[in-house]
């Protein structure tokens, strides 16, 4: 069982910044890929980032490219999400989840998840 907790949502005004971070539980966060989705009212959740085990490869939505980052620290079990230039449409529930795969880009390729961290761009 992983427990994850996400946090540093809030209100920020488009052009902005916010970083979020997840705190997993396991002892065995290092082994895991980590990754980001994101659901706004009314639609799919759907993939942001994600980072593997050792942080050498990482995977970023379309949408979102050139504009966050994610990044890990395995000795503080953590995994973070640098968002800049935020715009409206980021508006979201942002959720961090954990996976076996490398390549991990589908919801289906992960098992535990969060409960989320509300992220919220005013224009």
């Known amino acids: 069982q992983v427990q994850l907790v996400e946090s540093g949502g809030g209100l920020v005004q488009a052009g902005g910044s916010l970083r979020l971070s997840c705190a997993a539980s396991?002892?065995?966060?290092?082994?895991?890929?980590m990754g980001w989705f994101r659901q706004a009212p009314g639609k799919e959740r759907e993939f942001v980032a994600a980072i593997t085990w050792s942080g050498g490869r990482t995977y970023h939505a379309d949408s979102v490219k050139g504009r966050f980052t994610i990044s890990r620290n395995n000795a503080k079990n953590r995994v973070y999400l640098q968002m800049n230039s935020l715009k409206p449409e980021d508006t979201a529930i942002y959720y961090c989840?954990?996976?076996?795969?490398?390549?991990?880009?589908?919801?289906?390729?992960?098992?535990?998840w969060g409960q989320g961290t509300q992220v919220t761009v005013s224009s």
């Open positions: 989840a954990t996976s076996y795969n490398d390549y991990a880009v589908a919801r289906s390729n992960y098992n535990y």
């Open positions: 396991a002892r065995t966060f290092s082994t895991y890929t």
